[in-house]
């Protein structure tokens, strides 16, 4: 039919025009802070100063007190991160938000960090070290909270649109463009994070972030491994960039919650006394409690 033809060759002349800008044959030197190596998680931190980090991260005037990182190694979803997607840690990842951000000070609880205090102080003790280094006792700072984070799900390919360009056009050059289609892969990514005042054990912020991208990289499939030069799109946008952009989108969203804190209050006893739900054949402890009077001064003679 005429009405398909000029479609048809223009979305071909622009497809194979998109495909010879993506494709380079040459080496190109070593770029040092290269934008399209960059994740959500950039820049640097020391103390309260930051540099290069992303505009979109959300800040504070003053920490809120100090923090640890909390990631439990035996769950799911570490067992996929570093596993299956063979990335590291989220705690190096969230050290450098939080200290951007400069919402908490962050204090070290890892096991290889308390391994290497350890081990500091214990030379300290074994007379191996000069005088004056100052290793002694009481100089630790104690973590006011906890933040644990976890990855909810992780999909490196959510679906193409491959499927619907060739049925749209149908015959040879529909499967061509549902080759094409089916190279734009969409990633996602949800994030949790959790923090929890260590002296109470109470939850005092949850949020969640999520992010996606769609990556339009694969041509490879659809001229040739010559002509698309292999450039698949898991190159550029890989898998662990959506992961960092999910947690800095919950990271954000707690702290907006954190500007707001008010603390949760029970009416009655309080945290931890017995709570306002009664049990069948009993009233709640909170409306049965009665406080113990205060012991009688006993006078001087």
Avoid: H
Wanted: glycine fraction near 16%.
């Amino acid at each position: 039919m005429k009405f398909n033809k000029f479609p048809v060759a223009a979305v071909a002349v622009a497809v194979a025009v998109g495909a010879l800008l993506l494709t380079g044959c040459a080496t190109t030197d070593m770029q040092m802070g290269s934008q399209s190596a960059k994740t959500m998680a950039t820049g640097s931190a020391a103390g309260s100063a930051t540099a290069g980090e992303s505009g979109q991260l959300e800040r504070c005037e003053s920490p809120l007190g100090t923090v640890s990182l909390i990631e439990n190694v035996n769950s799911g979803w570490y067992t996929i991160l570093t596993g299956e997607y063979r990335l590291p840690p989220t705690a190096n990842l969230l050290r450098l938000l939080v200290q951007q951000s400069n919402c908490f000070v962050v204090v070290e609880r890892g096991a290889a960090g308390m391994n290497a205090m350890t081990r500091e102080r214990a030379l300290q003790q074994s007379g191996e070290m000069r005088g004056g280094s100052n290793f002694g006792r009481g100089q630790m700072v104690a973590s006011d909270y906890g933040l644990s984070p976890e990855i909810v799900f992780s999909n490196s390919d959510a679906g193409g649109i491959g499927g619907a360009l060739g049925g749209l056009v149908g015959g040879g050059r529909g499967r061509a463009l549902a080759a094409v289609g089916g190279s734009m892969q969409t990633k996602e990514a949800s994030a949790l994070l959790t923090l929890i005042d260590n002296r109470s054990g109470v939850q005092v912020a949850a949020s969640e972030g999520s992010a996606s991208k769609t990556d339009f990289g694969a041509f490879g499939s659809v001229f040739g491994a010559r002509a698309g030069g292999n450039l698949g799109g898991y190159t550029n946008t890989a898998q662990g960039k959506v992961i960092a952009a999910a947690f800095m989108d919950a990271f954000n969203q707690m702290v907006r919650s954190l500007r707001n804190y008010k603390a949760q209050t029970v009416r009655g006893q309080g945290l931890g006394g017995g709570g306002r739900l009664g049990v069948d054949g009993g009233a709640a402890p909170s409306q049965t409690y009665v406080p113990p009077e205060p012991a009688p001064t006993r006078r001087r003679k």
